[in-house]
């Protein structure tokens, strides 16, 4: 089985509609992250969290915002969806490791359409 | 501000012919250096980790490599399944704590 799942792992939706893309892991990390990965534009975050308490914006939030359901469970939501928003998103964990730079692992993915 | 330039953009090889990837950083401190492989319409794979100059990182086809500017990823008698993009990113003491700052990739193709 996967260490980190996501679903769905593609969607295909309108202008305006609510979305929600969901993560989870069973690697018992305490960090999770959200990534949006554009053509030629790289990897780019979009929220982070240490923990269940602890949200964080990263360098793209505008436009979404997120959930941290559970040490297990991070979720990724677009209130009101927009055509460039389309792209691939990825979730990441990462363990909290003292005095050492963590690693972080990713899922495999949501390829998200918007029309 | 925290940069990384990935070079070349696309590299075509035979298989068996042995090549370097280049990753160029500039960052307020390093904190660790990655590598990860990404195949399409994947998520990215961990390769390695550097954490600081002189340091070298080996598995099986793949060696990567750290100086204080740049980092290389050197790639022996490659086969077709090495075929990837290849991305690199820093972690730097300067910016927020989550942030790891991701390089474009390097597309590899291994042709037989």
């Known amino acids: 089985d996967a260490d980190v799942t996501q679903t769905p792992r593609n969607r295909i939706t309108k202008t305006g509609k609510r979305i929600m893309l969901e993560c989870s892991q069973t690697?018992?990390?305490?960090?999770m992250y959200w990534y949006r990965q554009d053509p030629g534009l790289g990897l780019r975050l979009i929220y982070y969290?240490?923990?269940?308490?602890?949200?964080n914006k990263g360098e793209i939030s505008d436009g979404y915002s997120v959930s941290r359901q559970a040490q297990a469970k991070f979720s990724l939501s677009l209130e009101s969806a927009i055509p460039n928003q389309t792209a691939l998103y990825f979730c990441?964990?990462?363990?909290?490791?003292?005095?050492?730079?963590?690693?972080?692992?990713f899922g495999p993915g949501t390829r998200l359409t918007v029309l | 501000e925290d940069q990384v330039t990935q070079s070349p953009e696309a590299l075509r090889l035979q298989e068996g012919e042995s090549s370097s990837l280049n990753c160029s950083y500039t960052?307020?401190?390093?904190?660790?250096l990655f590598w990860y492989r990404q195949d399409p319409g994947k998520g990215p794979e961990f390769l390695f980790t550097?954490?600081?100059a002189g340091e070298e990182k080996e598995k099986e086809r793949l060696k990567a490599t750290l100086t204080k500017k740049e980092s290389f990823l050197h790639i022996t008698a490659p086969k077709p399944e090495d075929s990837a993009t290849y991305l690199c990113?820093?972690?730097?003491?300067?910016?927020?704590?989550?942030?790891?700052?991701f390089g474009k990739g390097t597309k590899l193709s291994v042709k037989p």
């Open positions: 990441a964990t990462s363990p909290r490791l003292a005095g050492v730079t963590d690693t972080q692992y």
């Open positions: 690697k018992g990390h305490d960090r």
């Open positions: 969290s240490f923990d269940v308490k602890d949200i």
């Open positions: 960052v307020s401190g390093l904190r660790g």
């Open positions: 550097l954490y600081s």
């Open positions: 990113a820093v972690r730097g003491y300067g910016g927020s704590q989550g942030n790891l700052i």
